[in-house]
């Protein structure tokens, strides 16, 4: 079985990202792993640099595989915005609530057909022996009008999944990690990690 750190302290995520994995991956916070003294400042301008800096910065504290990932809201309307601002789009400390009441106020007047949007998520393999690799995995939808339902986190609540006609904060958490643009992304590591070993 495959061991491989995740490059946050966060349990909830590094058990969402195992149970996407499935079998035959085993997925540990930096914290279980020794690493959890360590913060990093998220500064890049893409979800890749951010990725790939806490996947290497961990790698390189632990000598060990790493992954790492960095994931947003880009709207087409407010030209990919809040992209890698997502998580404090309202200001450092915003809740849930207060980045949602500022993405709606931003669109209010623009029809839903205009309200293109899509989830983002980068993956970053970082390994001690070679060079960092990064998947990306997108989930299309649209931004609703107003939020409806209460699963999930984050934007799920307004984000409009047109094939099952509701929001993710609707969708069940298994049919959401399935369609979900994190899915996608551990997908193609996954498919990646697959070929690597065939070629041994």
Known sequence: MKTFVLASKNEHKAKEIQEILGAGFRVITQTEAGAGDIDI????DTFEANAVKKAEIIMRALNRPVIADDSG???DYLGGSPGVYTARYAGENATDQENIDKLLGALDGVPFSERTARFVCVIALALPEGKTKTFR??????????????????YDPIFYVESFGMTMGRLEPHIKNSISHRHAALSKLVEYLRKEEMQR
């Open 73 to 75: 809201l880009c709207v």
């Open 41 to 44: 400042i998220e500064d890049g």
């Open 137 to 154: 995995g997108e989930c299309n939808g649209f931004i609703n009008l107003c939020p409806n339902g209460d699963g999930g986190f984050g």
